[in-house]
Protein backbone atom coordinates (compact mmCIF):
# COMPACT_ATOMS: atom_id res chain seq x y z
CA UNK A 1 0.00 0.00 0.00
CA UNK A 2 1.33 3.76 -0.73
CA UNK A 3 2.15 5.15 2.67
CA UNK A 4 2.72 8.96 2.42
CA UNK A 5 5.65 10.29 4.47
CA UNK A 6 5.91 13.87 2.49
CA UNK A 7 5.74 15.29 6.38
CA UNK A 8 9.08 13.64 7.75
CA UNK A 9 10.84 12.97 4.48
CA UNK A 10 13.11 16.00 3.22
CA UNK A 11 13.66 16.77 -0.67
CA UNK A 12 16.56 15.54 -0.20
CA UNK A 13 15.75 12.13 0.14
CA UNK A 14 12.42 12.28 -2.01
CA UNK A 15 15.52 13.32 -5.13
CA UNK A 16 17.62 10.50 -3.63
CA UNK A 17 14.59 7.99 -3.74
CA UNK A 18 13.60 9.14 -7.19
CA UNK A 19 17.10 8.80 -8.38
CA UNK A 20 17.17 5.31 -7.01
CA UNK A 21 14.25 4.16 -9.10
CA UNK A 22 14.92 5.86 -11.87
CA UNK A 23 18.59 4.79 -12.15
CA UNK A 24 17.25 1.68 -13.81
CA UNK A 25 17.13 3.68 -17.00
CA UNK A 26 20.79 3.36 -17.13
CA UNK A 27 20.73 0.14 -19.05
CA UNK A 28 20.04 2.35 -22.33
CA UNK A 29 23.38 3.64 -21.54
CA UNK A 30 25.58 0.40 -20.66
CA UNK A 31 23.79 -2.85 -21.26
CA UNK A 32 22.94 -4.32 -18.14
CA UNK A 33 24.04 -0.99 -15.50
CA UNK A 34 20.45 -0.56 -14.71
CA UNK A 35 20.39 -3.76 -13.01
CA UNK A 36 23.34 -3.05 -10.81
CA UNK A 37 22.64 0.99 -10.50
CA UNK A 38 19.67 0.77 -7.78
CA UNK A 39 21.72 -1.75 -6.33
CA UNK A 40 24.74 0.19 -5.78
CA UNK A 41 22.82 3.49 -4.99
CA UNK A 42 20.66 1.63 -2.03
CA UNK A 43 24.11 0.59 -0.55
CA UNK A 44 25.19 3.64 -0.21
CA UNK A 45 22.80 5.40 1.05
CA UNK A 46 20.48 3.06 2.89
CA UNK A 47 21.55 3.93 6.35
CA UNK A 48 21.07 7.78 6.03
CA UNK A 49 17.54 7.39 6.25
CA UNK A 50 14.15 5.02 6.65
CA UNK A 51 12.88 6.12 3.29
CA UNK A 52 16.19 5.56 1.46
CA UNK A 53 16.61 2.36 2.79
CA UNK A 54 12.69 1.35 1.89
CA UNK A 55 12.81 2.94 -1.81
CA UNK A 56 16.22 1.78 -2.56
CA UNK A 57 15.14 -1.63 -1.27
CA UNK A 58 12.32 -1.57 -3.08
CA UNK A 59 13.83 -0.40 -6.24
CA UNK A 60 16.33 -3.37 -5.72
CA UNK A 61 13.90 -6.06 -5.49
CA UNK A 62 12.49 -4.84 -8.41
CA UNK A 63 15.32 -4.68 -10.86
CA UNK A 64 15.90 -8.66 -9.27
CA UNK A 65 12.36 -9.69 -10.26
CA UNK A 66 12.63 -7.99 -13.55
CA UNK A 67 16.36 -9.70 -14.43
CA UNK A 68 14.82 -12.99 -13.03
CA UNK A 69 11.44 -12.84 -15.00
CA UNK A 70 13.29 -11.85 -18.22
CA UNK A 71 16.35 -14.81 -17.82
CA UNK A 72 12.96 -16.71 -17.38
CA UNK A 73 11.51 -15.32 -20.25
CA UNK A 74 14.59 -16.02 -22.61
CA UNK A 75 14.85 -19.74 -21.38
CA UNK A 76 11.33 -20.45 -21.79
CA UNK A 77 11.11 -18.83 -24.84
CA UNK A 78 14.78 -20.46 -26.51
CA UNK A 79 13.19 -24.02 -25.42
CA UNK A 80 10.23 -23.61 -27.45
CA UNK A 81 11.67 -21.48 -30.42
CA UNK A 82 13.99 -24.82 -30.49
CA UNK A 83 11.15 -27.17 -30.06
CA UNK A 84 8.98 -25.55 -32.33
CA UNK A 85 12.03 -25.57 -35.31
CA UNK A 86 13.06 -29.17 -34.78
CA UNK A 87 9.88 -31.11 -33.43
CA UNK A 88 9.67 -34.32 -33.19
CA UNK A 89 10.20 -34.42 -36.96
CA UNK A 90 12.09 -33.90 -39.35
CA UNK A 91 10.23 -31.22 -41.02
CA UNK A 92 9.72 -27.36 -39.45
CA UNK A 93 5.94 -26.41 -39.04
CA UNK A 94 6.29 -23.04 -39.91
CA UNK A 95 3.12 -21.90 -38.36
CA UNK A 96 3.83 -23.40 -35.06
CA UNK A 97 7.60 -21.90 -35.25
CA UNK A 98 5.62 -18.54 -36.22
CA UNK A 99 3.11 -18.69 -33.59
CA UNK A 100 5.31 -19.49 -30.80
CA UNK A 101 7.85 -16.79 -31.51
CA UNK A 102 5.28 -14.65 -31.82
CA UNK A 103 4.21 -14.88 -28.10
CA UNK A 104 7.74 -15.10 -27.07
CA UNK A 105 8.09 -11.80 -28.27
CA UNK A 106 4.83 -10.45 -26.78
CA UNK A 107 5.97 -12.29 -23.76
CA UNK A 108 9.24 -10.25 -23.76
CA UNK A 109 7.48 -6.94 -24.71
CA UNK A 110 5.13 -7.41 -21.36
CA UNK A 111 7.93 -7.58 -19.39
CA UNK A 112 9.61 -4.16 -20.95
CA UNK A 113 6.50 -2.32 -20.38
CA UNK A 114 6.41 -3.51 -17.15
CA UNK A 115 9.29 -2.48 -16.07
CA UNK A 116 8.97 0.85 -18.02
CA UNK A 117 5.09 1.55 -16.35
CA UNK A 118 6.41 0.51 -13.16
CA UNK A 119 9.33 2.10 -12.91
CA UNK A 120 7.65 5.44 -13.58
CA UNK A 121 4.91 5.25 -11.29
CA UNK A 122 7.48 4.23 -8.56
CA UNK A 123 9.63 7.40 -9.34
CA UNK A 124 6.90 9.81 -9.27
CA UNK A 125 5.58 8.13 -5.95
CA UNK A 126 9.09 8.19 -4.63
CA UNK A 127 9.52 12.09 -5.30
CA UNK A 128 6.45 12.47 -3.88
CA UNK A 129 7.65 11.45 -0.42
CA UNK A 130 5.50 8.32 -0.61
CA UNK A 131 6.78 4.72 -0.12
CA UNK A 132 5.91 2.81 -3.09
CA UNK A 133 5.42 -1.03 -3.70
CA UNK A 134 5.86 -2.74 -6.74
CA UNK A 135 3.43 -5.19 -8.10
CA UNK A 136 3.82 -8.57 -8.73
CA UNK A 137 7.72 -9.11 -7.72
CA UNK A 138 9.80 -11.19 -5.64
CA UNK A 139 11.23 -9.61 -2.67
CA UNK A 140 14.08 -11.94 -1.77
CA UNK A 141 15.93 -8.73 -0.36
CA UNK A 142 14.28 -8.66 3.27
CA UNK A 143 13.62 -5.39 5.31
CA UNK A 144 15.24 -5.66 8.63
CA UNK A 145 12.98 -5.91 11.91
CA UNK A 146 14.55 -3.24 13.97
Known amino acids: MDTPDTSIVSSSERNWALFIHLSTFFTFVVPMLGYFAPILFWTVKRKESAF ?13 SCFIFTVGAVVVGTVALLAAKNGLSTETDPLAFAATAGIYYV ?17 VKASSGI ?13 SRS
Open 131 to 143: RYRHPLILRPLKR
Open 52 to 64: LDDQGREAANFVV
Open 107 to 123: LLLAIGAFWLISTIVAA
